[in-house]
Nanobody
Framework: QVQLVESGGGSVQAGGSLRLSCAAS????????MGWFRQAPGKEREFVGRLIWRTRGTYYADSVKGRFTISRDNAKNTMYLQMNSLKPEDTAVYYCAAKSTSIGEYDYWGQGTQVTVSS
């Protein structure tokens, strides 16, 4: 079983930056894809971006492209989400997720971390 734990959330003013971390633990961790998602109050969960673990290839939602960057530290089994130029509409609970294949649903999810951006 794999456990994912997010950290780094908090409150920031518009235009500010935060870096979220997603630390994985448990059995041998070798995901194919890890992703970031977010859910704002009253809204459905939405995709933010994803990372192909082996190649470090990334893909982002249009709403965050150019502002958010996903990276990973293989030695620490940790994925990061660097968020710059934050906007109030980025306010949400952010979740990381992992799956062992390139297709299908994500198998593992973290508990989420709150990000609040004030104007």
């Amino acid at each position: 079983q794999v456990q994912l734990v997010e950290s780094g959330g908090g409150s920031v003013q518009a235009g500010g930056s935060l870096r979220l971390s997603c630390a994985a633990s448990g059995r041998t961790f070798s995901p194919y894809t890890m992703g970031w998602f977010r859910q704002a109050p009253g809204k459905e969960r939405e995709f933010v971006g994803r990372l192909i673990w082996r190649t470090r290839g990334t893909y982002y939602a249009d709403s965050v492209k150019g502002r958010f960057t996903i990276s990973r530290d293989n030695a620490k089994n940790t994925m990061y989400l660097q968020m710059n130029s934050l906007k109030p509409e980025d306010t949400a609970v952010y979740y990381c997720a992992a799956k062992s294949t390139s297709i299908g649903e994500y198998d593992y999810w973290g508990q989420g971390t709150q990000v609040t951006v004030s104007s």
